[in-house]
């Protein structure tokens, strides 16, 4: 079956921009978790949407947010770009119960100039 | 916040070496996961193993957990060129939430 699909693979921003990220999970899948990837802060959980719902969320400001659609898909949008925004974001795809696998996509890789 | 601590933070191996690296994390877990990341790609899941696990088989991978001193560690036994990659500890609580550690580099020179 079709992997996790993120669109797009790369973007680049200028500060004070907004940008909005997608993610398509593997078919069947209700949870959709994104996360923040940069070589000082390592990997950090952003939010968790289960079946349109944020059922989980991370530290992070409320510049970052996101949705989900009945079909799964989620989207994750970044509002008033800042340079420390500059980051690999990933999202992973899961079953939604407790110890489901979660299957990751390629990642945007998102540069604010 | 992290809630894993990887070590050693680089590994540098030999092929057909074994390659053992730890995972110390902070809070109380439902479950441990391992993934592994090649070159700023997407992670790729290993293996999990319970709270109520100690040790746990798959393939060359050999993971234990010792939850009375909150650590688990990694074993890659008989390592390849292709074992090259970063390696993620992840803990999940009882929501479910993945917390990453630093993560492990791993180089094997053939």
């Known amino acids: 079956k079709a992997g996790v699909t993120q669109t797009p693979r790369y973007l680049i921003k200028t500060r004070g921009q907004q940008v909005t990220l997608s993610c398509s999970p593997i078919s069947g899948h209700r949870s959709v978790s994104w996360y923040q990837q940069t070589p000082g802060q390592g990997l950090q959980f952003l939010f968790e949407y289960f079946s349109e719902t944020q059922r989980n969320k991370g530290n992070f400001p409320g510049r970052f947010s996101g949705r989900q659609f009945s079909n799964s898909r989620s989207e994750m949008n970044v509002s008033t770009l800042e340079l420390g925004d500059s980051a690999l974001y990933l999202c992973?795809?899961?079953?939604?119960?407790?110890?489901?696998?979660?299957?990751f996509g390629q990642g945007t890789r998102l540069t604010v100039v | 916040s992290q809630q894993g601590e990887e070590d050693p933070q680089a590994l540098s191996i030999q092929e057909g070496e074994n390659a053992t690296m730890n995972c110390s994390y902070k809070?109380?877990?439902?479950?441990l996961q391992w993934y592994r990341q090649n070159s700023g790609r997407g992670l790729v899941h290993l293996i999990l193993?319970?709270?109520?696990?100690r040790e746990k088989h798959s393939g060359r991978l050999r993971v234990t957990l010792d939850t009375s001193k909150k650590s688990s560690s990694l074993l890659i036994t008989a390592s390849r060129a292709a074992d090259t990659a970063s390696y993620f500890c992840a803990t999940s609580d009882s929501w479910g939430k993945l917390q990453f550690g630093a993560g492990t580099q791993v180089v094997v020179t053939p």
């Open positions: 193993i319970r709270s109520n696990e």
């Open positions: 992973a795809s899961s079953s939604g119960r407790l110890e489901a696998e979660a299957f």
């Open positions: 809070t109380s877990i439902n479950n």
